[in-house]
């Protein structure tokens, strides 16, 4: 008999209980989406990561607040969101322990080549977040996105819960405020930046730690649980990651 395979209610469930493993395969399913609204926010890709991170950290320490399950994929960009303005504010962040983790992923699982990744330069980097800069963020997720999705409108749409012609609107502007002679390497590079095994074993590094601590449930952490609510501008605060 074939051995039945969880929906993502029963393993979101089973995460809230402590189930590390069942929130891998969560974590699995969304990091690219996180990472591309971390990324539409820093322009950075490690500290784009960070942010991700600490997002799925935070979600799985208070799925147990989440009263409606079906409404994980909004509720999870609400709390990226919200560590995105944080981050903004404090602009003082102890990366320490987030990057022993790293270390650690890294350890862990054997990376396949990843030439084109590494070949990203800082400079790169640097000309690609100064474009997005320019754009607002409603347009920067949904160019993110789409580069990052195989250029799947439909993808794109489903993800941000809007209809597929809102995000062609979006992507269609986005792509004009963008100037001309850097959208060719906005489209490239981006679509080289995604998370990798590493990312989504230091998310379980993380949570497994938790779980040996016995921070297994929100009903032990009393965080406020984020609004789920338009995110369509303003979320650039402060002065931008360098």
């Not at 941000?160 to 062609?168: F, H, I």
Request: proline share 3%; net charge positive.
């Amino acid at each position: 008999m074939l051995k039945k395979i969880p929906n993502e209610i029963e393993l979101l469930k089973a995460s809230a209980k402590g189930d590390a493993a069942a929130f891998e395969v969560i974590v699995k399913k969304y990091q690219s989406f996180i990472c591309a609204i971390t990324y539409s926010a820093t322009g950075d890709i490690e500290k784009s990561e960070e942010l991700a991170q600490e997002a799925f950290v935070s979600a799985w320490r208070d799925l147990a607040r989440l009263k409606d399950l079906s409404r994980f994929r909004a509720w999870l960009g609400s709390v990226a969101r919200n560590i995105i303005k944080n981050s903004f504010r404090s602009q003082k962040r102890d990366t320490a322990g987030k990057a022993s983790l790293m270390e650690l992923a890294q350890k862990t699982v054997i990376k396949d080549s990843e030439p084109e990744r590494i070949a990203i330069t800082k400079e790169q980097q640097a000309v690609i977040r100064q474009a997005l800069w320019q754009i607002p963020t409603k347009y920067r997720e949904v160019l993110v996105l789409f580069y990052r999705q195989e250029k799947s409108i439909k993808e794109v749409a489903r993800q941000l819960e809007l209809s597929e012609d809102a995000a062609k609107q979006r992507l269609s502007r986005g792509r004009k405020l963008l100037k001309e002679q850097v959208a060719a390497m906005v489209e490239t590079t981006i679509s080289r930046t995604g998370p990798d095994k590493v990312f989504t074993t230091a998310v379980v590094v993380s949570i497994t730690a938790m779980v040996a601590r016995g921070a297994v449930s929100a009903a032990a952490v009393h965080t406020q649980e984020p609004d789920i609510k338009a995110h369509d501008e303003g979320l650039w605060t402060g002065t931008p990651h360098p």
